[in-house]
């Protein structure tokens, strides 16, 4: 149940009194799309080991998190030496008998980094070791600077780069009966942020800019005359 005592669905695993436990869960076939970087958010909840009796040695408390590139969607199939580790995932908040009791739940919020990502898509891969976990949601997604508009001028969506520290430069097309002054400009930055606007258009001889566009001058004064009436 989760904090509103809503049902939720989970993949559970508890095999804290074996020895040299090695679980794997995989995900379906996952398009990278346009991205070239994603990012993995996982929501989960993870066994205090101290709270857990007669387990000294054989309880952990992390889970690792794996991926592989591949442009098959189908028939493939799961060798774990294939895949590639991205990380140790750890809590930050574990529970207790005494939260089951109560019936708290103490999510986890974890987000990773995967890429550069050249194939079609990828495959998500989890390996528990021993913990006492439940892995309530995983969600991919990635960041692009949205189309936009900015001094009369459109912006197309556009990818950052997979190195967070450079920035994607972007021309931008002048709206109809608009023509450059300066080239227009915006940067995409990493986080999908549009930065450092240069650069305008304005609009050509003979109209005039209203809302963001270029209208003839008649037009222009007979939509003021109908904002006026309306």
């Known amino acids: 149940m989760d904090e509103h005592n809503r049902p939720i669905h989970t993949f559970q695993v508890c095999h804290v009194m074996e020895p040299n436990q090695n679980n794997w869960l995989r995900s379906n076939w996952i398009s990278r799309e346009a991205a070239q970087k994603v990012f993995v958010e996982l929501r989960f909840t993870l066994r205090d080991c101290n709270s857990i009796p007669w387990v000294s040695g054989t309880c952990k408390e ?129 986080d999908g942020d549009w930065l450092v606007p240069l650069g305008r258009c304005v609009c050509s001889l003979g109209y005039e800019e209203l809302d963001g566009t270029c209208l003839a001058l008649a037009e222009k004064r007979g939509a003021r005359v109908r904002d006026t009436s309306g």
Do not use: W
């Not at 895949?83 to 809590?91: F, G, S, V």
């Not at 999510?107 to 194939?119: D, S």
């Not at 021993?130 to 949205?146: D, E, F, M, T």
């Open 62 to 190: 992390t889970f690792n998190l794996f991926y592989m590139e591949t442009d098959e969607s189908h028939a493939i199939k799961f060798k774990p030496a294939q895949y590639t580790k991205i990380d140790t995932i750890a809590a930050d908040e574990s529970f207790t008998q005494m939260d089951l009791g109560d019936r708290i739940l103490k999510l986890n919020t974890e987000v990773r980094e995967v890429g550069p990502i050249a194939r079609k898509g990828f495959y998500l891969a989890f390996q528990d070791i021993g913990a006492c976990i439940a892995l309530v949601s995983v969600r991919v997604y990635y960041k692009k600077c949205p189309f936009t508009f900015r001094n009369l001028a459109t912006f197309p969506d556009t990818i950052p780069r997979v190195d967070s520290s450079s920035l994607v430069e972007v021309r931008g097309a002048c709206v109809k009966n608009a023509e450059e002054r300066d080239t227009p400009k915006l940067y995409c930055g990493a």
